[in-house]
Each structure stands twice: as structure tokens, then as C-alpha cells.
């Protein structure tokens, strides 16, 4: 596992790195929330469309061609204090890779009685103080064989050990859907995380239409819904693309 830290407690960020909006996935959803998005993935999600193109994640920036914007804690913690808002979003990327995150999540939680959360793709697991976990898992679909990344991708996408500790602490589960076989590989990773954990309560399961436009959105959340009625789960919107589009800090 490639992580990232530094002795002076800094941190890796994009150059957007701290801004402030509303939660646009998921449980929180309209929420207004400070986000801290951390750079560097150890994954590499392109989705192919029926067109023959492909779609890379919705923040290349923080993955594909991660930027480097060093900062330290406390020039982060000041950043964030600058907005009055009780909830903290700490995203990527995927910022569980670097070491310093759990210094800067329990400094929120601890000194200055935010509420964070971490979103995640669910690889790499540490014990901090945040409050709510948003781990998203990628499915087969998520990086074709035609891929320089495939190997690599798939190697590391889904670890039930990690998502294992995740799911222990108040969480959701949130799947970007696209097709039946999805469903499929969703049912079976709930079913081996419910073997690791003893069982597993599907009312933290949400499903997400993939997009990063609304009229992507749009043509697939009508068969999201049906899946999610059929399987006793939750949909999620994207409401940040719906208000703001692709445009960064939002």
C-alpha cells in the first residue's frame, strides 16, 4: 500500500482544497458542509459509454493527474474555520492513503466540535474520530480491460477487510450503477461483507446513477429507482451536478 506523510504534519491537497457548498450524495444530501478534498487515489475509475467513449471520474485532478497543493494542519484548520458550518467533509481522491488525515480528522472532532465525515472508496481502513463513513466500493464496471489502469484497478477496488472496519461504525454504502450486472456484483459483495461482519443491514445500501451531466443523470436514475425498490435500498442523486454542473469547489 502506497501512502503519503510528512514529519510536519502536512498534507496533500488539490488546489481546490478547502471550500464550502452543500453535500450533493447520499444520506446528507442538501446538507450545507465545508469540504476538504485531499489528492492522490490508489484507484483509476473510467467508465465506458455506449457511444465507445469512456468517462473518467468525476475528479481526474485528484486521481488521474493528481495535484500537489502541500499544506499543513493548521494552515488547513484555519481554512476551514473561516466558514461557519458544523460539518466537514473530508473526500479526495482518496484520502485515506495519507497518514496525517487521522491528525487533522480528530483535531475537527476534538478542538473544534465538527462533524466529519470521510468519503472513501473503502481500500485503505484507519481508526479516527470522525463520525460517518461514505464508502463507495467500485464495481467490475468501473475501469474496462481496454485500460492501461485495469490491472491495477481491479486488483485494489473491493477489500472487504477494510470495508469490514467501515461498516462497523455509522456508515453508508453508496454503489455508482449502470447495469444488471452491477446489481448482481452489488448483492454479491453485500453478501460477502455480511459473511466478514455476521450480517449486514441493507438501509445503509444506496444507489447512484453514474453522470457528469444531468441529462446523464436523468436517462439513468428512472432504472436506479426500480433497482432500489426491488432491493430494498436507497437512492441517491447527484445534486452538485444538477446545480453546478462539472464546475470545481462546488
Not at 502541500?70 to 481522491?93: P, S
Not at 469490514?164 to 453508508?172: G, L, P, S, T, Y
Request: some cysteine; glycine content about 6%; hydrophobic content about 35%.
Amino acid at each position: 500500500m502506497t501512502t503519503v506523510s510528512f514529519e510536519d504534519k502536512k498534507l496533500t491537497f488539490t488546489d481546490d482544497w478547502v471550500f464550502f457548498t452543500v453535500q450533493g450524495e447520499g444520506r446528507f444530501v442538501g446538507v450545507p458542509s465545508v469540504f476538504v478534498r485531499l489528492s492522490a487515489c490508489n484507484l483509476r475509475c473510467e467508465w465506458s459509454n455506449h457511444d465507445g467513449t469512456t468517462t473518467k471520474c468525476d475528479t481526474p485532478y485528484s486521481s488521474h493527474a493528481p495535484e500537489k497543493n502541500i499544506k499543513t494542519i493548521d494552515e488547513t484548520i484555519k481554512e476551514i474555520l473561516k466558514y461557519n458550518c458544523r460539518h466537514v467533509v473530508i473526500t479526495g481522491g482518496e484520502p485515506m492513503l495519507q497518514v496525517n488525515v487521522t491528525l487533522l480528522i480528530d483535531e475537527l472532532v476534538t478542538k473544534h466540535g465538527k462533524f466529519v465525515t470521510i468519503e472513501t472508496n473503502g481500500t485503505v481502513w484507519r481508526e479516527s474520530k470522525a463520525q460517518f463513513y461514505s464508502v463507495s466500493p467500485k464495481l467490475a464496471t468501473s475501469c474496462p480491460h481496454t485500460s492501461e489502469h485495469f490491472e491495477m484497478h481491479h486488483t485494489k477496488r473491493f477489500q472487504p477487510q477494510a470495508i469490514a472496519e467501515f461498516i462497523k461504525r455509522d456508515h453508508q454504502l453508496k454503489f455508482v450503477a449502470n447495469s444488471k450486472h452491477d446489481i448482481v456484483e452489488i448483492k454479491g459483495l453485500i453478501q460477502i461483507l455480511a459473511t466478514v461482519n455476521k450480517g449486514y443491514d441493507c438501509q445503509n445500501v444506496y444507489l447512484m446513477p453514474q453522470g457528469i451531466e444531468s441529462s446523464q443523470l436523468d436517462k439513468r436514475l428512472p432504472w436506479i429507482i426500480e433497482q432500489a425498490k426491488e432491493n430494498g435500498w436507497n437512492v441517491s442523486d447527484r445534486f452538485h451536478i444538477r446545480a453546478f454542473g462539472q464546475k470545481r469547489g462546488t
